[in-house]
């Protein structure tokens, strides 16, 4: 970099370009300086004392310039990153967010703005109206380094063409090694990935891309845009990304705050379940049948299960001495009560005839059963109940603990953890719950205990589903709710009324006690991960390949408008439940009304390497066709013969030439405990700070969606063999690299890798 900036003309460019990005910056402080005034003065101003409309207004105030500071802050790292002029002689600077200067004049384009959009889609083909576009490279505050790429040079005034500089930005992103942290490549998107960013937010949008052709990128981008044009569709219901494991939302954690976006939902399959943060994985075996659609009928069959009737006679005993007859006991005063056992079958049938969940459905099979009880006692008593005194029998019964009891044993209140685990930890519950061979019976049985897997997570969605919940204290619940909800609106109108803001039509008064809610402290992020059935606006899946049947079901709550953006490579699915077609996931839910994208050009992975990759590729998915490498890398791949022993070593010496980059040893899944082992110095648990080491051990599954400057690929023979996906383990663990790739085996190289053989 520095014999570039030495360069005079880039030099002259650089502190031209210099001046302007200092006064944006400037321009910035001044901005965030005023709204945190702002912030400050409406928390000096205190939320008690005044009226309820007062505080209200304050509220609203105060969470309006907290947002716009947080905004503002988000977006100082890398605030200005291109230039485009235009054949008319306007130049316009791109960045992260939109500036006025003190006199209103726009000064930088934010880039999601339609005027921004000829920065991502000009091509030397068709320009757009563009003569030049300039790449902004920053350190800091600090103009470090730019690029440009000419399309008209007859339409260039000379002083223009004097400070011409030139080199591709995205082949210079690409050669910068990586943080632990994807890089910002707002500046470098292309106009294919401009084209799913833009795509529209309705119905269901599939990106298939092979490895390094941006489509997480191109993902993260979308959900900022798409909050950008969409604002009031999305604001109130964000947007949810699930991504493969831990490690990759930490990776691209950085990259949305610094787009001005901060109301997303990152999260994993194994988190969509509040309360449970599955990271387990389960076998092969035991994924497949998880992740097969016959779950759902298995889990029917456990709660029918849990709906019981005695065999023969149920009795309540109410004496001291107690004995049993085909049935249930319980002790209470002075009789002993009975329900024949066809009165039992009808109150369990009739309960079930609504078709309520299980939980719901309960409160019905309890009333008729109390029923029962109270008509036996009066018979016993030989005193009628008069009008008004069944209810106050059956309150009385039920006061008794060993009338909850024995009820309870019939038609127990059950949670999903509870009906989830007791059935995997349990082989005669599988087997009478039905719907599975013995052999796929035995694969599921676990002790009881264990911890989740990410495959019960969508068992766990599911049952919850099944269950439902005694709703009694619900329904109040949202009575009230509804009833506050009236009041915050009326109060709103009230404070539309008196600023005037009503007859502007700028805000309705439901908007206005929308963010009387957020005042709360309450972020999108924290009222969704609290409310299992919260409903988002969009969701984006990354690594979707890998989701099973099961998982798409629990996606698919979340999303009823079915407002999706699908990215993944179907030649890469590494789990055995996975994708084998988009269709095949996707059509049960949008048959004939999804849309696929395309990224066919692999800007991350150097073209010796994904040679390499595409021998694999032919090998285990011969109808995928791999990306095309747009860059050669700085050594070609290689196989060494070692052991395990040589590992420290050829890490070192790795690590010595890449410099500041990240180096990832991708080992079998059987071998990652004993090569961390070798390695006590590089990370090897999947936390999400796992990507601050220089070095990390990781297997192909955890390897999923990250980069490393250089990777070192352990024994690819176990890897193949490690299960029925194994072959797109290879594939997913060869095309980690973008700088270098060295294969180290211990036997002879799989027949898939012979273009690395001597």
Known sequence: MEHRASDPVRAQAIQAEQTYVSMLYDRLDAVRER?????RREHASGTAGGT???????????????????????????????????????????????????????????????AARPFYT????????????????????????????????????????????????????????????????????????????RSGLAGALVVQGGPGTGKTVAALHRAAYLLYAHRDTLRRRGVLIIGPNPVFLRYIGQVLPSLGETDVVLTTVGELYPGVRATAADTPEAAVVKGDPRMVEVLKGAVRDRQRVPEGDFEVKIEARTSVRGGVEVVVDWTTLRVAHETCVRARDRARAVRNPHNVARKLFVD??????????????????????????????????????????????????????ELLSDPGALRSAGGLRPEEQAVLVRPRGAPWTTGDVPLLDEAAELLGEDDVEGRAARRTAARERGEEELYARE??????????????????????????????????????????????VDEAQELSAMAWRTVMRRIPARSLTVVGDIAQTGSAAGARSWGEMLDPYVKGRWREARLLVNYRTPAEIMEVAA?????VAPDQEPPISVRDGEAPPRAVRAGCAELPALVEAELAEIGEGRLAVIAPDARHREVAALLPEAASTLTAD??????????????????????????????????????????????????????VHENELPALLSRLKD
């Open 690 to 743: 796992a990507l601050d080491s220089p070095a990390v051990v990781l297997t192909a599954t955890q390897s999923k969606g990250l980069e490393f400057d250089s990777v070192i690929v352990l024994a690819p023979d176990e890897i193949v063999r490690q299960s029925p996906k194994g072959g797109q383990d290879l594939y997913v663990a060869i095309t980690r690299a973008t700088r270098r790739l060295t294969v």
């Open 615 to 619: 021998d694999v590729l032919r090998a």
């Open 122 to 197: 000009a091509t030397p083909s068709d320009p757009g109206g563009l003569v030049r576009r300039r790449h902004l490279h920053t350190r800091g505050r600090e103009v470090v380094d730019l690029d440009d790429e000419v399309f008209d040079l007859r339409r260039m005034s000379e002083p223009d063409r004097r400070t011409l500089v030139g080199e591709a930005a995205l082949l210079a992103a690409l050669r910068r090694g990586r943080t632990g942290r994807m890089g910002d490549v707002v500046a470098t998107i292309q106009a294919e990935q401009d084209q799913v960013i």
């Open 52 to 114: 309820h409309q007062a505080r209200l207004e304050r509220d609203v105030a105060a969470h309006e310039h907290a947002r716009r500071v947080s905004q503002l802050s988000g977006v100082e790292r890398g605030l200005c990153f291109g230039r485009i002029d235009d054949a008319g002689g306007e130049t316009y600077y791109i960045g992260r967010v939109g500036l006025r200067d003190a006199h209103d004049e726009l000064v930088l384009v934010d880039w999601r703005a339609p």
């Open 368 to 421: 008729s059963m109390l029923t029962a009880l109270a008509l036996d006692e009066a018979r016993r008593l030989d005193r009628p109940l008069e009008d008004g005194d069944l209810a106050y029998a059956r309150a009385l019964l039920w006061r008794d603990p060993r009338v909850r009891a024995a009820l309870d044993e019939l038609w127990p209140r059950l949670t999903p953890e509870r009906l989830v685990g």
């Open 35 to 39: 709204a945190e005034a702002a912030l």
């Open 495 to 540: 404070v539309l009324e008196i600023t005037g803001l009503a007859e502007a039509e700028l805000f309705d008064a439901g908007v206005l006690a929308d963010r009387q809610e957020e005042t709360s402290g309450l972020t999108t992020a924290d009222r969704a991960a609290r409310d299992r059935t919260w409903v988002y606006g969009h969701v984006i």
